[in-house]
T-cell receptor, first 113, second 116 residues
């Protein structure tokens, strides 16, 4: 069975600080897909990124970056120079491709001005 | 506008009521999902429909009854619920539940359900 663990329940940072959200996953399959979603107060989950198990290249998109390490089964998400608009709940998720997404419990990020 | 619309946004119902949640998407997706989001718990998958056929029921109590009349619409019929069923119910869609979701799922804003 697949499992996603987000050990950080809540994180609070001051604006402009960098923050890393941790995600550890478990699966015995060699092919899988990892995701990050953002859930603002409005409720809908917004897709941020997908990574497949064959691509360990890290990715940067503006202030967002993702560090995928198969050796530690981790897919961590870093926000550089955080802003108040980054305040949300962030979810990490895992799929085998033909199975539904399995989510972690989420990390609530509060960015204080 | 997320592409997936859920109604109502908020619902308060008594334990003896019957109500329905509605989800609609016009993204051309063929798979639709119901997830339950409770405080301090992971999102829990409830049901999956692919090309209108139910492909997964994640041991959901029978007081929750899904319906998928076509690939664009998904309902969740509720009856004799319990207070612990209070949660945010999220609907999502994707191209095909049997294929890798390259662009993830598209989620609606959810229905905040309170059972009193």
């Amino acid at each position: 069975a697949q499992k996603v663990t987000q050990a950080q329940t809540e994180i609070s940072v001051v604006e402009k600080e960098d923050v890393t959200l941790d995600c550890v996953y478990e699966t015995r399959d060699t092919t899988y897909y990892l995701f990050w979603y953002k859930q603002p107060p409005s409720g809908e989950l917004v897709f941020l990124i997908r990574r497949n198990s064959f691509d360990e290249q890290n990715e940067i998109s503006g202030r967002y970056s993702w560090n995928f390490q198969k050796s530690t089964s981790s897919f961590n998400f870093t926000i550089t120079a955080s802003q108040v608009v980054d305040s949300a709940v962030y979810f990490c998720a895992l799929s085998l491709g033909n199975t539904p997404l399995v989510f972690g419990k989420g990390t609530r990020l509060s960015v204080i001005a | 506008e997320t592409g997936v619309t859920q109604t109502p946004r908020h619902l308060v119902m008594g334990m003896t009521n019957k109500k329905s949640l509605k989800c609609e998407q016009h993204l051309g997706h063929n798979a639709m999902y119901w997830y339950k989001q409770s405080a301090k718990k992971p999102l829990e998958l409830m049901f999956v429909y692919n090309f209108k056929e139910q492909t997964e029921n994640n041991s959901v109590p029978s007081r929750f009854s899904p319906e998928c009349p076509n690939s664009s619409h998904l309902f969740l019929h509720l009856h004799t619920l319990q207070p612990e069923d209070s949660a945010l119910y999220l609907c999502a869609s994707s191209q095909d539940s049997t294929a890798p979701p390259y662009y993830g799922y598209t989620f609606g804003s959810g229905t905040r359900l309170t059972v009193v």
